[in-house]
């Protein structure tokens, strides 16, 4: 009976291995295939706000708005959206970054006519929610928190435009931990 020498059995050996990780290296994970929102994507524990901000469609104003708010050291943005349809429904995707972690917070906002000189002075906040129910956006472990808020704008007549800004506020103090500039915005 021949023998193989070692090297041509090492050899084949190696060569079974390389195939066997090469086989199992591109092997697709089933469980990654399955399809996620857009939304689901930004609602991660922990996102970056500039990973929110760039993931936004692009605004068509004056219907439409990104919106930045400022704090110390924190940040939020609200994506405004009014589909054109006859509902009449403003969508306020609300994002917080760097709050106080596990607390409430409220979204509110107050207007001007646009034919006020004065553009955004009113301090007539009005606390949004789901409708006229006031919905706080939570804070997790981070101090990270996303809302999907929503607004009924039906009682203003179609092309009514305002001046908005809003404010975030702490639900138990009232503080004011985040502001906006000045936009406008007018009812579709």
């Not at 990780?21 to 689901?40: A, G, R």
């Not at 708005?65 to 400022?70: C, E, G, P």
């Not at 955004?120 to 929610?129: F, I, N």
């Amino acid at each position: 009976m021949k023998t193989k020498p070692l090297p041509v059995i090492t050899k084949g050996i190696a060569f079974i291995i390389i195939l066997s990780v090469i086989n199992l290296s591109c092997k697709k994970d089933v469980s990654d295939n399955q399809p996620v929102s857009d939304n689901q994507k930004l609602q991660t524990e922990n996102p970056s706000p500039e990973s929110i901000i760039a993931q936004a469609d692009t605004a068509i104003a004056p219907y439409n708005l990104n919106v930045l708010l400022y704090g110390k050291s924190s940040l939020g943005f609200i994506k405004f959206r009014q589909k054109p349809d006859t509902a009449r429904i403003i969508n306020l995707d609300t994002w917080v970054f760097n709050l106080k972690p596990n607390h409430a917070y409220l979204l509110q906002r107050a207007v001007n006519l646009i034919t006020d000189p004065t553009q955004c002075s009113s301090t007539a906040w009005l606390t949004l929610g789901l409708g006229l129910t006031p919905q706080a956006i939570h804070t997790n472990k981070w101090g990270f928190g996303y809302q999907l808020l929503w607004r009924d704008v039906s009682s203003a007549a179609r092309g009514t435009a305002f001046y908005i800004h809003f404010q975030i506020i702490d639900s138990l103090t009232s503080e004011t931990v985040l502001t906006s500039d000045c936009n406008t915005y007018t009812v579709r």
